[in-house]
């Protein structure tokens, strides 16, 4: 029977027409060109970007769903694309393609795209991101331009977890750094990807992202922060979080819920979010 509800609830659910997004470009000062979708807020309504996980783009379902929820909802929503270093990229990317860019430069990307708000928008911008799309919100570092942040499936890299990486690999790397090597490709394991193709500096930027620097970089906040977890995913990956301590901060546990809140789970995520931004309007 739960099966057979979780069935129709999606069957609806993905039969309501969706707010239309404009579509939307703009160069990075590199020169890449990168796109989101746009939908504008209702009624000075605050305004989120929203950053899809890693490999991914703004069609994931998580996302995709989360902003036509939160559109429909009247909140404006800005979704990018992360270029992942191809200009114009609309496609998700292989873990055998060649991985040029960083943790640290996606977090740029997300900068550029808090800038481009701040001149289109009067209202509110409140920082989301799902999986490392959170990770891209925690580390941008001119948190007075949000009015706050949610974090959705936060991460951190290391040997548990749904961004889990092999650490005799990352030691291996490190050691090529500090002897002075010229940066090559390696072949590493990251994630879901047995085979992530990556240059070792980017692939050090993105793995400084530990358990430790995650818990520094919280406890530095200064602005109303959301986590939203899976239940599932706290207890399995994230037992770090618990040794937090930072008043601006709530951390919200959904229960039966995954990393990406599949199945009949996903209403709860978006009525979590909706009830966070609904109390601080």
Same mark, same amino acid.
């Given at each position: !029977?739960?099966?057979?509800? &979780?069935?129709?609830?999606?069957?609806?659910?993905?039969?309501?027409?969706?707010?239309?997004?404009?579509?939307?470009?703009?160069?990075l000062?590199?020169? &890449?060109?990168?796109?989101?979708?746009?939908?504008?807020?209702?009624?000075?309504?605050?305004?989120?970007?929203?950053?899809?996980?890693?490999? +991914? #783009?703004?069609?994931?379902?998580?996302?995709?769903?989360?902003? $036509?929820?939160? =559109?429909?909802?009247?909140y404006?929503?800005?979704?990018?694309?992360?270029?992942?270093?191809?200009?114009?990229?609309?496609?998700?990317?292989?873990?055998?393609?060649?991985? !040029?860019?960083?943790? !640290? +430069?996606? &977090?740029?990307?997300?900068?550029?795209?808090?800038?481009?708000?701040?001149?289109?928008?009067?209202?509110?911008?409140?920082?989301?991101?799902?999986s #490392?799309?959170?990770?891209?919100?925690?580390? %941008?570092?001119?948190?007075?331009?949000? /009015? /706050?942040? &949610?974090?959705?499936?936060?991460? =951190?890299?290391?040997?548990?977890?749904?961004?889990?990486?092999? !650490?005799? +690999?990352?030691?291996?790397?490190?050691?090529?750094?500090?002897?002075?090597l010229?940066?090559?490709?390696?072949?590493?394991?990251?994630? %879901?990807?047995?085979? %992530?193709?990556?240059?070792?500096?980017?692939?050090? $930027? #993105?793995?400084?992202?530990?358990?430790?620097?995650?818990?520094?970089?919280?406890?530095?906040?200064?602005?109303?922060?959301?986590?939203?977890?899976?239940?599932? $995913?706290y207890?399995?990956?994230?037992?770090?979080?618990?040794?937090?301590?930072?008043? $601006?901060?709530?951390?919200?546990?959904?229960?039966?819920?995954?990393?990406?809140?599949?199945?009949?789970?996903?209403f709860?995520?978006?009525d979590?979010?909706?009830?966070?931004?609904? /109390? =601080?309007?």
């Amino acid at each position: !029977m739960r099966n057979l509800c &979780i069935c129709l609830a999606l069957l609806y659910f993905h039969n309501i027409a969706p707010a239309i997004a404009e579509q939307v470009t703009g160069q990075l000062p590199n020169g &890449i060109w990168v796109n989101a979708e746009y939908h504008a807020a209702e009624d000075h309504k605050p305004t989120i970007l929203l950053i899809h996980p890693f490999q +991914q #783009t703004n069609r994931f379902s998580t996302i995709i769903n989360l902003a $036509d929820s939160l =559109a429909d909802s009247g909140y404006g929503v800005l979704a990018p694309n992360l270029s992942l270093g191809i200009s114009n990229r609309r496609q998700s990317m292989a873990c055998e393609a060649i991985h !040029m860019q960083g943790l !640290m +430069q996606d &977090i740029e990307e997300a900068s550029f795209w808090i800038n481009w708000l701040a001149e289109k928008v009067d209202s509110r911008v409140i920082g989301m991101g799902h999986s #490392t799309g959170a990770l891209q919100i925690l580390g %941008y570092p001119n948190t007075d331009k949000l /009015s /706050s942040i &949610i974090l959705i499936s936060l991460v =951190a890299i290391g040997a548990e977890g749904a961004a889990k990486i092999d !650490m005799d +690999q990352l030691a291996q790397a490190r050691q090529a750094s500090d002897k002075g090597l010229p940066d090559s490709l390696g072949h590493f394991k990251f994630s %879901y990807c047995q085979n %992530y193709v990556s240059s070792r500096h980017a692939y050090l $930027d #993105t793995a400084e992202w530990d358990a430790e620097k995650v818990s520094r970089q919280l406890q530095s906040l200064k602005i109303k922060t959301d986590i939203i977890l899976g239940d599932e $995913d706290y207890r399995r990956e994230q037992p770090w979080l618990v040794s937090i301590m930072n008043p $601006d901060i709530s951390l919200h546990l959904i229960k039966n819920a995954n990393h990406f809140f599949s199945g009949i789970e996903e209403f709860d995520l978006h009525d979590k979010v909706l009830e966070i931004l609904d /109390s =601080a309007e």
